[in-house]
């Protein structure tokens, strides 16, 4: 009983280099969702899958991407990782449907040097 | 533009102090308001979903309220074990996305 699954669970980066993070869900859910959570801002929406095959940009979409890979996967790219991408980023799926609730991940910190 | 604000930010209360946390927002076309719990380096752990003003939730020591403009997390007596930062989010239909507030963190002490 999985739920979502984020890799890896840490990782340091330099400034330029580029790296993948990686979301599984196993809930059968619609929607997935990237967000970053940096201290006294909360949690900020990046980017979001509402279903396979379509991505959004949320509040703070710069330097990332993402690809919906299928209906379990949704990955966030950061092309040319920047100090200020310095963060904890968490991945969540939800079922918008019936307008339930998401479901998180333990979370991704990352530190760029 | 949607926005979600938390107050306050930060609680200190003693075992036994009832107290309540405001969520209040400003989004059209809502269709869930829900509260988390995040403990420290996890990730938010769901607590309640309320659709409509009126609607109250209730687990252990907690009750959730909804009314058109905000909703209130009461916790009643308190235990250490409730520490943790408490966060509210607003789902609408329009977009399909899951906007949250800024969080309170609480911190019970013995």
């Known amino acids: 009983n999985a739920g979502v699954t984020q890799t890896p669970k840490f990782q340091v980066l330099k400034t330029g280099q580029s790296m993948t993070l990686q979301c599984a869900q196993d809930m059968n859910h619609n929607s997935m969702y990237w967000y970053r959570q940096d201290p006294g801002m909360g949690l900020r929406l990046i980017y979001y899958?509402?279903?396979?095959?379509?991505?959004d940009k949320g509040e703070v979409p710069n330097g990332y991407n993402v690809s919906r890979l299928n209906k379990r996967e949704f990955s966030l790219r950061l092309e040319s990782a920047a100090p200020s991408q310095t963060s904890v980023y968490f991945c969540?799926?939800?079922?918008?449907?019936?307008?339930?609730?998401?479901?998180f991940g333990q979370g991704t910190r990352l530190t760029v040097v | 533009e949607d926005q979600v604000t938390q107050s306050p930010e930060a609680l200190r209360l003693q075992e036994g102090e009832s107290s309540s946390l405001n969520c209040s927002y400003t989004v059209s076309g809502l269709r869930g308001l829900f509260w988390y719990r995040q403990d420290p380096g996890k990730g938010p752990e769901f607590l309640f979903t309320l659709y409509s003003a009126g609607e109250e939730k209730e687990k252990e020591r907690l009750k959730a309220t909804l009314t058109k403009k905000e909703s209130f997390l009461h916790i009643t007596a308190p235990k250490p074990e409730d520490s943790a930062t408490y966060l509210c989010?607003?789902?609408?239909?329009?977009?399909?996305?899951?906007?949250f507030g800024g969080g309170t963190r609480v911190l019970v002490k013995p």
């Open positions: 989010a607003v789902f609408k239909a329009a977009g399909n996305k899951l906007t």
């Open positions: 969540a799926s939800s079922d918008y449907r019936f307008h339930t609730e998401a479901f």
């Open positions: 899958s509402a279903s396979e095959g379509t991505t």
